[in-house]
């Protein structure tokens, strides 16, 4: 590992270490004994072996009188996930919700009576049958009391894969059957790029397959990575990953062709490619890519016939590039002002990306930033001036750092999965007096806090609705959300909150009703391999049976719809094993309508999976090929058919924080910008040895905290000025919270930047409490809970600014990573 990298890498557990230290003894000897109950005993299979899968890929257990205690990656996976470990950890975690729990205010006072509370009281056990009564109680009373918006169900969250236990489907398939609800629209992933894109490219762009791997290390010259980290963010897939990206990198690599890294930290990726790393100022990578544009069109180094050919608006756009329209030419002089990137290094890169065929690849920590939509519309701007779309090799790419886009795909079929029943997932359509059915996800505070209120979304203007009832399965808002102490005091305000989990996480924590849901590791299920390449359908087979009093999404649902008297609707008469066949054999279907044989189900399950083989058009595929092959006869989505540099549309929508072409504009607050009240900005990327707060109650902790606590990258410089050392306890704080974490002092990062990664658990020191210290540390405690703009409404969780001091305080203990008081 190369001097100044980061402390994760330096902890990593080497995928070597990690398959010989996951053998049985290791495991099974980590194991709190008071967990092993009686129903833990009763396995799946009381010994053997049980293939199944999960977000962190393909895997084999290892059970022994009815416990899980080793888990080995699949042998065709190529590149298996350190994370594993934690997976199986998951299962036997001190953070299980055993039982079902209700909040002693909550159950003794009844909804609404004691609100502020929320999050300090404790619990009390009840059966299943009192929790469910309850639950069915409160959503017919908020229904008849409140209307058709009073319950919002429109849960996010990574879940676990699986087409059958998708509990947020499950969630709102009861909840159509029973009625209405309030729903949410798009995810905190790519928020603002899933907007924006289908006016740009008349595609989402984020979730789509990349020009495959084998193609870029044929035919890229230069690889630039935009703000990603792909050798840290491949490791999972929102289905089971295939982790084909990892040896599509190993081959760029190899073939010795330059990488770029654009980051304010040198991440893994720039030590793995030994790329030129740099470092502009967070949040100001439109101004650096303005002026790069800038250089190309004063060089002449665009192409004009491209842009001419497959483009639309570029005149539009070009009076502002060479400001004509605002008085301020965007030359390379200007951006480095803002951005901190010489302006010979910002000429330099634009000779150097018309030099050569450049992949302009990015992440999507840029476009959750306030006017987050800008950035990906810039970078395909950018390419379109370079003219290299739709080449083999060029253009730019969306997802080269996700689920391993860019793998080479297999022609088998898609799985369908239980769906949630029909009329909200197309809420936006049907609008009440009493608010819109759905709203932006990421505006959920917004809406507890201003009921009547009016929003923006993409071109319409609608009411908030005023809920009064949530119910979370599958997330953790308390860890994604921004701003926690704003959504500390919006969640009070709700009469009845129920969570379903499988740990106690802060989000569980500050619920009224806590349902214990299991793992995926304790239900049947099945789902595809490859999020990009669809290599594989994989049986996730039950490994061990529930443990404690945990019952699945589907069992809870199907149980609430019996109570409504639904359940027929709801289940449709078919079992957990019924269901999956159904899929199989749908899937089966499209397969043979394709000549393409596929085992029956019975053998299938038994094996456990069936490949599909990659095709010669899979290995090649080139994005964008048929666009510039034809566009008059592949024209893409737009309303001009071609990439739209200007939008008529976006102009019509007449928004003053998202005009009607890439535009740099000033973030309500970044590092040295004229609003910055503190010296640093924090950057949140997402976690080597976690997915977001998933395993972070896990063994995997070990690998990565410092002094117990979640690690704070600081620059030498910043640390020195502050009298911190690595290994300090260090206090981020700003107008909007504070929180501990543990300081890594390195110069793999800018001065001027910190680093505390999304996702470590919410540990108030006191719950409920205005402002409370954090003795964990969620970096939500610090960052700003705005829209994008107007036309997104995305989550800007990459815009923080903050200072840091070391802790000389007492030090509170780290209490989230064991169970309440009487659970
Ligand atoms: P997870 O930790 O994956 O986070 O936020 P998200 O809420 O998705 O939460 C999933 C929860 O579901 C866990 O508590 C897990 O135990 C539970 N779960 C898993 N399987 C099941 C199941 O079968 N049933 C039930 N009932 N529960 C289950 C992630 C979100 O955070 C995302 S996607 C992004 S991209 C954002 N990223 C950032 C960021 O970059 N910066 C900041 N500051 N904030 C972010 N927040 C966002
Ligand atoms: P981040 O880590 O937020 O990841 O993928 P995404 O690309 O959004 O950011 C990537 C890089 O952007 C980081 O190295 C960060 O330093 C850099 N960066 C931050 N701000 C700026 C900026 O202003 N300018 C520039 N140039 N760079 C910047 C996240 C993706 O990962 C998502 S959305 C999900 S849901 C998954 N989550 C996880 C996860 O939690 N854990 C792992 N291991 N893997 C994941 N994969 C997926």
Known sequence: MPKGSTRFAQNDVSRRTFLSSTAAAGVLATLAPSLLTASAARAAVADGEVFSASHWGAFTATVQDGQWTKITPWEKDPHPSHQLEGVLDSVYSPTRIKYPMVRRA????????????????????????QALELVVKELKRVEETYGPTGTYAGSYGWKSPGKLHNCQNLLRRMMNIKGNFVNSAGDYSTGASQVIMPHV???????????????????TELFVIWGADPMVTNQIGWIIPDHGAYPGMQAFKDTGKPVICIDPVRTESCDFFDAEWIAPKPQTDVAMMLGIAHTLYEEKLHDADFLDEYTFGFDKFLPYLTGESDG????????????????????ELARLFASKRTMLSSGWSLQRQHHGEQRHWMLVTLACMLGQIGLPGGGFGLSYHYSSGGSPGASGPVLSGITDGGKAVDGAAWLTESGAATIPLARVVDM????????????????????????????????????????????????TVVVHDFQWTATARFADIVLPATTSYERNDIEQYGDYSLKAIIGMKKIVDPLFEARSDFDIFTDISARLGNERAFTEGKTELDW????????????????????????FWDKGYVEFPVTEEGRNYVRYADFREDPLLEPLGTPSGLIEIYSNNIEKMGYDDCPPHPTWMEPVERLDGPNAKFPLHVTTSHPRGRLHSQLNGTVLRKTYTVADREPCLINTEDAAARGIADGDI??????????????????????????????????????????????????????????????????????????????????????????????
């Open 328 to 347: 301020v030419p965007k030359t390379a002089e200007w951006a480095a002002e803002i951005c901190s990137v010489p302006a010979d290094k910002i000429k």
């Open 580 to 603: 999956i066949k159904g899929f199989y054999e749908g899937a089966e279907k499209q397969a043979s309508a394709k000549n393409t044989e596929m085992p029956d189900f019975d053998a």
């Open 448 to 495: 507890l806090e201003g009921p009547g209120s009016d929003f923006n979304f993409n071109g319409k203007t609608q009411k908030y609705p005023d809920v009064k009832m949530v119910y979370w399965v599958g997330g953790n808002p308390f860890a994604h959300h921004q701003d926690r102490n704003r959504m500390v005091k919006a969640w009070q305000k709700l009469e």
């Open 106 to 129: 909550y159950l003794e006072n009844g909804p609404g009576s004691s609100n502020e509370t929320r999050g300090q009281d404790d619990f009390v056990r009840v059966s299943w049958d």
């Open 730 to 823: 260090v206090r981020i704080f700003n107008d909007r919270g504070q929180l501990l974490a543990g300081a890594t002092v390195t110069d793999a990062i800018r001065p001027g930047v910190i680093r505390v990664c999304e996702g470590g658990w919410y540990d108030p020191v006191e719950p409920g409490t205005d402002g409370s210290l954090d003795a964990y540390g969620d970096v939500n405690n610090v960052t700003v809970d705005i829209g994008t703009s107007s036309l997104a409404q995305a989550n800007c969780g990459h815009t923080a600014i903050a200072d840091v001091e070391k802790f000389t305080g007492e030090v509170p203990a780290v209490k989230v990573f064991s169970t309440p008081a009487n659970a």
């Open 201 to 219: 490219m008349g595609t989402l762009e984020v979730y789509e397959q990349q020009t495959t791997w084998p193609v870029v290390a044929e035919h």
